[in-house]
């Protein structure tokens, strides 16, 4: 079984920056592994769990929703089975927890978010908080 692990959350100001990691271990089938997808997702209380970025194992194609756009980046180390996420001029109401991923999700045209539901492997999450 596939396993996710989350690092680097923490209490930040606004305007501030967060670098966000998830390793993943336990990767069966190296040849399925460089074909999915790393996704990026983050649940703040009463709220739904939303979709941040998204990356691409192969080829790096990269997505975001319109919320971070600008602000966040998401990048990979194929050597190291580890996606980041780096948060820059962050707001208030970026806090949750946020949850990285791994799926086969579809993959139609450069923008949009990214379902949930489509990925089948989470971590734990790390509680990123913004203060104003």
């Known amino acids: 079984q596939v396993q996710l692990v989350e690092s680097g959350g923490g209490l930040v100001q606004a305007g501030g920056s967060l670098r966000l990691s998830c390793v993943v271990s336990?990767?069966?089938?190296?040849?399925?592994?460089?074909?999915?997808?790393m996704g990026w997702f983050r649940q703040a209380p009463g709220k739904e769990r939303e979709f941040v970025a998204a990356i691409r194992w192969s080829g790096g194609s990269t997505r975001y929703a319109d919320s971070v756009k600008g602000r966040f980046t998401i990048s990979k180390d194929y050597a190291k089975n580890t996606v980041y996420l780096q948060m820059n001029s962050l707001k208030p109401e970026d806090t949750a927890v946020y949850y990285c991923?791994?799926?086969?999700?579809?993959?139609?045209?450069?923008?949009?978010?990214?379902?949930?539901?489509?990925?089948?492997?989470w971590g734990q999450g790390t509680q990123v908080t913004v203060s104003s």
């Open positions: 991923a791994l799926g086969r999700p579809p993959w139609i045209g450069a923008v949009g978010p990214l379902t949930k539901t489509d990925f089948d492997s």
């Open positions: 336990r990767v069966v089938s190296r040849p399925t592994f460089s074909t999915s997808t």
